[in-house]
């Protein structure tokens, strides 16, 4: 019977210890140059060719029978190594060539370590059955490098009793700590195993990649290893441990629930980017997630790679930041569940990240000012049915709760939402529409009586468009700032008046500082209606650059109301005024009724307007202001240069300086009873063909008006008006 070459399949290396592909080995008779024949089966009838050619990966079927030399050649035909002597009753296997060493082209099987370490000639390559037994993960091939000076590490690094050289273990990506004396599944503390691999790996800087379960009972700190674990890989322990990835370690891959119930990761900065809620395991997701937030103690980035359901709050380190990958999603049971996530890359974006099932389970929510859709919270928008419009309602009020929402899509305010914070809404509705365009871009829509969006804080909107139905209502009680942002307001098909209402912009019964109406922002009402159009009330509110849609039929302005170049798009020069109120840029025109002499506006050449309530223009030209309003009036012609106001004299006095050869002065003494009236002054630059009144600070028909303001007054004093140069002075 021949006997097949030693190893289970011959396999051929070259010097450089790599498989020597596609090379061929020639056969003779022992020490001599006769050809022999090599055989491929054990009975020897298939012969091999003379040379026998190695396959891709070095390897061939040999059988031998009797005594040979063989050599080895590359496939270029470069010989590997000296001349193999083989005699078929050694103990000796053949196999790769190697250094020019000793024995060379000698391969040696042995049992273990200790008789690799047991060898006194070197072999160019080992193979080793097993750390102590045969298979018991300490298996593999070993070469001899007669240069090395490596410490034995007793898993890669060999080092034989005539400490000449090194046998290392051969092509090595990855660490096994089973080459050190690890254990899967044991119920033995592992750490001792796990550290002497620590110190391979960062001798041969190569990450350690475990493969099964591993069991340790006491907590381990890394050092300076990178690490692989399988997704067949765990951690575990019947003691709560915890296991440090210390700042030098890194993680290469870790799989799914590799760290078991009691063992808690912990990764100090630097060790890994970010940590994933599907490495945790424990017995329950409150545990997962308990486990998942307690791995970093500096911040860092978690990320949710899996759907969640939590009955406890959701509440991310400070700093740190929350990623939902894959469209997660947590799922939130409960009531008053609060959320406080710092960091919202993309917030715009997210999606279906957060589920409430009620609005009573939604707490506190602290995004730290990040802008989020109704869509974050699970919200559908304009695609919502009357089945889902209840998850759109719980989406929308946490929404708000964060106090910074992005309108992406259409959402309908269903119920009355009253939020305790302040609220910011954004969108980008085109500033070029009107009337009721605006339900064709992304709005809110309140579509009913009784369903109110109600800040106890500051309201904001920035580029909104609101379209309000049925007596719905937007409510604050504290500021409320509408920027570059349009109204539609619809009436009840079942109410006459009173659907056009704004008011609640406001509030009747609200009490805020500040109410302002900025940049591009329009009011509009279908038409027909005749309510009122907007009020306000209260402190303080400030209408700047907006516009006034034409259905809007009057707006009522109370106390200290400002009004900055508000339009009205019917009657573009028509802007809106009351009493004690300031304006900049207002013009009036028709709004003083006949004979209502007490809030007849009129202006200086100093750009200053008065009245009986002591309105105020300021930072006007004189051109800014007047009315069309004449109203036949009584007056006196003074044409002399000097002329002192009788008791008896009209109200309008009109001051020919023309005749009075350009410069007049009227004195006006404390009996002329100017604290209980006011005086209107005309200057008259040429002859008029009757008594009229026109309010302006410019030459218009050929007239100045100037008005004498009360506060400028006081009982038992007197004043000098002069007029000299084209301009009035009081003295």
């Known amino acids: ?173 990855n660490i096994n700590p089973e080459w050190f004396g690890l254990t899967y599944n044991s119920i033995l503390d592992q750490s001792t195993f796990i550290a002497k691999t620590e110190i391979a790996a960062v001798q041969h800087s190569k990450p350690i990649e475990f493969s099964d379960v591993v069991y340790i009972n006491s907590s381990y700190t890394t050092s300076g290893s990178q690490f692989i674990f399988s997704d067949s890989s765990k951690l575990t322990s019947t003691l709560a441990v915890d296991f440090t990835f210390d700042s030098d370690s890194s993680i290469s891959y870790i799989g799914r629930r590799i760290f078991g119930n009691s063992v808690n990761p912990k990764f100090t900065r630097g060790s890994t980017d970010n940590i994933r809620y599907s490495w945790m395991d424990s017995d329950n997701n409150e545990g997962r997630w308990a486990k998942f937030l307690a791995a970093s103690s500096v911040e860092t980035t978690y990320i949710l790679d899996e759907d969640i359901t939590l009955d406890s709050d959701i509440v991310i380190p400070n700093n740190s930041q929350l990623i939902f990958e894959n469209s997660s999603r947590i799922s939130l049971s409960g009531e008053s569940r609060n959320i406080n996530i710092p960091k919202l890359d993309n917030s715009r974006l997210i999606t279906s990240a957060v589920y409430f099932p009620t609005s009573a389970s939604i707490g506190s929510v602290d995004l730290w000012y990040a802008e989020i859709t109704p869509k974050f919270f699970c919200g559908i928008g304009s695609t919502v049915t009357s089945a889902t419009s209840g998850q759109d309602y719980v989406a929308m009020r946490a929404a708000l709760k964060s106090g910074y929402v992005y309108l992406d899509d259409t959402y309908t305010i269903s119920e009355k939402h009253v939020i305790d914070n302040d609220i910011k809404l954004v969108s980008n509705i085109p500033q070029s529409i009107v009337s009721s365009a605006v339900t064709n871009y992304p709005h809110l829509n309140l579509s009913t009586s009784g369903h109110m969006l109600s800040a106890l804080g500051t309201l ?202 350009g410069a007049i002065t009227i004195t006006i003494p404390a009996s002329a009873g100017v604290s209980t009236s006011t005086r209107i002054i005309v200057n008259a630059m040429a002859s008029m063909s009757g008594p009229a009144v026109f309010i302006t600070g410019d030459i218009w028909g050929g007239v100045y008006t100037f008005k004498i303001p009360e506060s400028l007054f006081h009982v038992n004093n007197s004043a000098i008006l002069t007029f000299a140069g084209g301009k009035w002075a009081i003295s």
């Open 1 to 173: 019977m021949l006997t097949f070459l030693p190893t289970a399949r011959l396999q051929e290396f070259g010097n450089d210890g790599r498989v020597l592909a596609n090379g061929y080995i020639v056969a003779y008779e022992l020490q001599t140059t006769t050809p022999k024949v090599l055989y491929k089966d054990v009975n020897g009838v298939a012969a091999h060719t003379n040379p026998c050619y190695l396959d891709s990966n070095g390897s061939q079927d040999i059988y031998l029978l009797g005594n040979y030399t063989l050599y080895l050649f590359d496939h270029n035909g470069v010989q590997v190594g000296s001349p193999i002597d083989i005699v078929n009753s050694s103990n000796t296997f053949i196999t790769s060539g190697g250094s020019a060493g000793w024995a060379d082209n000698i391969i040696l099987s042995v049992n273990n370590y200790d008789a690799v370490r047991a060898l006194t000639n070197p072999y160019s390559v080992v193979f080793v059955q097993g750390r102590e037994n045969q298979a018991d993960g300490g298996e593999g091939w070993f070469y001899f490098d007669s240069s090395s000076t490596l410490a034995d590490d007793d898993g890669v690094v060999l080092t034989p009793s005539t400490a000449f050289g090194r046998y290392i273990r051969l092509d090595v990506v």
């Open 460 to 661: 904001t909107f920035d580029n909104v468009g609101i379209n309000m139905v049925n007596k719905s209502r937007i409510h604050h009680y504290d500021s409320g700032f509408f920027n570059n942002s349009i109204f539609y307001v619809e009436p009840a098909y079942y109410e006459v008046s009173g659907i056009g209402d704004l008011s609640a912009l406001s509030g009747t019964s609200a009490t805020y500082d500040t109410f302002e109406i900025s940049g591009t922002s329009a009011f509009y009402t279908t038409s027909g209606i005749s309510a009122v159009g907007i009020i306000t009330s209260d402190t303080w509110q400030n209408f700047s650059n907006c516009r006034i849609g034409s259905d809007v039929v009057t707006m009522e302005v109370l106390d200290a109301a400002s009004f900055d170049n508000v339009i009205k798009e019917s009657e573009p020069t028509k802007r809106f005024y009351k009493d004690n109120t300031q304006f900049e840029n207002v013009y009036l025109e028709n709004e003083i009724a006949p004979h209502d002499y007490d809030n007849v506006l009129v202006t200086d050449d100093n750009g200053l307007v008065y009245g009986k309530s002591d309105l105020r223009v300021n930072t006007l030209s004189a051109s800014n202001v007047y009315t069309s309003y004449q109203p036949i009036l009584s007056s006196k012609t003074v044409s002399a240069s000097t002329y002192t106001i009788q008791d008896s004299d009209p109200s309008i006095l009109i001051c020919n300086t023309v005749a009075a050869g």
